[in-house]
């Protein structure tokens, strides 16, 4: 029985945090007819290292656009601009970039776009992204769990009666 509650919390220790950890694509209704889905990779970027990014649109007539579409992208902190692409061509309805953040802290993207043929400008709600400071080290992570491996399981045994050995 012991043993099953043990297993069971380890699951639910180390479980937890990788669902957590797993990522999709954020999305934006813009004007009741386009839906803007933008996907990072990683969903929470660390200082210094590359975001990769992917933004799609699509309608709700024909889901995914196949046409060649105009995007303007604009990253903000505090109001201030720190990445713009200007007249990107999202070919086929899908615009990846990759930005790689200096400072830690929560980020604005915008995107506004152009379909072919309309000359309205469409604009999308922001999309926020948080840019986590950069990991010290992950030895210590991982000395961490030993350890609480370690007295997680003399602690179980030390509760586990002592058998007898018959020779």
């Known amino acids: 029985?012991?043993?099953?509650?043990?297993?069971?919390?380890?699951l639910l220790l180390f479980g937890i945090p990788l669902l957590a950890s797993a990522h999709g694509a954020l999305q934006k209704v813009v004007e009741g007819k386009y839906l803007v889905n933008f996907t990072p990779a990683p969903y929470s970027p660390m200082v210094g290292k590359a975001?990769?990014?992917m933004i799609a649109i699509s309608d709700f007539q024909e889901?995914?656009?196949e046409k060649n579409i105009i995007f303007n992208v604009e990253i903000r902190?505090?109001?201030?601009?720190?990445?713009t692409l200007q007249?990107?061509?999202a070919t086929g309805g899908l615009l990846p970039f990759s930005y790689t953040y200096e400072e830690a802290g929560d980020y604005e993207l915008f995107a506004t776009f152009k379909i072919p043929g309309d000359s309205h400008l469409y604009?999308?709600?922001?999309?926020m992204i948080t840019v986590v400071p950069q990991a010290s080290s992950g030895g210590s992570l991982i000395v961490t769990w030993l350890v609480v491996g370690f007295v997680m399981g003399f602690l179980i045994r030390r509760k586990q009666p002592r058998r007898r050995r018959a020779f």
Not at 77 to 83: L, N, P, R, T
């Open 63 to 65: 889901n995914l656009i």
């Open 77 to 83: 902190q505090d109001e201030e601009i720190v990445f």
């Open 1 to 10: 029985m012991k043993i099953r509650i043990a297993f069971l919390s380890s």
């Open 87 to 89: 007249n990107q061509v």
């Open 51 to 53: 975001q990769q990014n």
């Open 123 to 127: 604009e999308s709600e922001d999309f």
